[in-house]
Nanobody, 120 residues
Framework: QVQVVESGGGLVQPGGSLRLSCAAS????????IKWVRQAPGKGLEWVST????????YYADFASGRFKISRDSAKNTVYLQLNSLSPEDTAVYYC?????????????WGQGTQVTVSS
């Protein structure tokens, strides 16, 4: 069955870095865009970044541009999100999701999320 599973979250100090992973299985990985979405405590879902099917295009929310970097490894069926210069405002559960059809469209499969906490 289709699965996307996040990992790599944790506690990090302000200014620190983390790399999140999203391992995909059960579908042809190279046929789908993958997104990262986050949810901060008490807030709604917030789009972070999207990577195209082949990895040639990447899109970022304004707050992520210049600090976060999305990438994918087709040999490992994995998408990564490198988080740099983290601030307490980045504290959230980070989810990866498969785009149902086009990159800009809705998502049909979600992972369980990985917690990122930025605190001194």
């Amino acid at each position: 069955q289709v699965q996307v599973v996040e990992s790599g979250g944790g506690l990090v100090q302000p200014g620190g870095s983390l790399r999140l992973s999203c391992a995909a299985s059960g579908f042809t990985f190279s046929n789908f865009c993958i997104k990262w979405v986050r949810q901060a405590p008490g807030k709604g879902l917030e789009w972070v970044s999207t990577i195209s099917e082949g990895g040639g295009s990447a899109y970022y929310a304004d707050f992520a541009s210049g600090r976060f970097k999305i990438s994918r490894d087709s040999a490992k069926n994995t998408v990564y999100l490198q988080l740099n210069s983290l601030s307490p405002e980045d504290t959230a559960v980070y989810y990866c999701a498969r785009s149902a059809s086009i990159c800009q469209g809705g998502n049909d499969y979600w992972g369980q999320g990985t917690q990122v906490t930025v605190s001194s």
